[in-house]
């Protein structure tokens, strides 16, 4: 029997309407256009708006268009991974809230926590439980409301983040189509460089915590930066040669959306053209968990069955990663 692998069989994703755009954060913090542009390549973010609107209220949408797409009910999802950093509350957790609001009543689920590496992790994740035989529907979710932890007086983050989310269903395939590779990895060192200190266990909130801003995302940029730079490039590169693959075999380099710098150093370093590379950071911004999903979500149309993607990403933790993926449906 051939091997099965988890394959995407619809993608589908979500942004709000509001746009934040360079203009209007010029109003708000010490900062400009120019400047913003030629540092991370981002031009406008949207931003959730309205009482009581959480990360599960752009997954809904984009789960409902997805399921319509592939032609079959809530009722036949096995399991829901939502991958997020931006819970509609600690517990329960958001794939329960999701799997309620859309009818998915025969699933499981779970938060998955990795940052801006959520979608690859969660991906692999959900592909494990297609790949051993065990489901036959499984939805990966990766969507943030970014907006709910950022400080809109901290020019260091607010010209960065943005809300939105995609998901993807998976299902097994035995054409030798679908995730072929993962490669992931951590390090808590880089724990201080980008975190929110309060809110959880170690400083649960309280009238001092809010004070002192620290249920805000915080991040030494320069850092990051340096790490993000030299670590997605080098996964990207190594998920490459493991597979005995040269740039003219990949298609697309799919990579998480943090920095237009950072995603040409991963192209450069894979010896690929802009024109093989998703880049929609310059309307969204950075979603974290949701970048790579929009990125299919957008391109969807020019995906073809055979197509070799590599998935690379890396965030909060640190965390980073690459997948190998060969696309399975498309003229
Ligand atoms: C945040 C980031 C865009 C900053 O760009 P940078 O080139 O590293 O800039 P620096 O932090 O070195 O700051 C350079 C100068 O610009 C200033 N600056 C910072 N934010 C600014 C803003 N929004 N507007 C104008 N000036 C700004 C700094 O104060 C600093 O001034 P100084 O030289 O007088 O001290 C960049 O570090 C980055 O993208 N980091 C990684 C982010 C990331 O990937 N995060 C998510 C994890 S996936």
Redesign the pocket.
Known sequence: MSKIHAAITAVNGYVPDYILTNQELETM????DE??TT??GIKERRILKGEGKATSDMAVPAVKGLLEKRGIGAEEIDLIVFCTCTPDMPFPSTANILADKIGAVNAWGFDLQA??SGFIYGLTTGAQFIESGMHKKVLVVGGDKMSSIINYKD??TC??FGDGCGAVLLEPNTEGLGVMDSILKSDGSGCPY?NIKAGGSLHPASHETVDAGMHYAY?E??T??KF?VTNMADVAAEIMERNRLTADDVTWLVP?Q??K??IDATAERMGLDEDKVMVNIQRYG?TTAGTIPLCLWEWEDQLKKGDTLILAA???GFTWGAVYLKWAYGA
Not at 29 to 32: E, H, I, P
């Open positions: 913090v010490d900062t400009n400047w913003i540092r991370t940052a801006c020019r260091t010209i960065i980008l991040q940029g320069r990051v930066f993000a998480h943090a920095n710098r950072i950075n890396f965030g909060g």
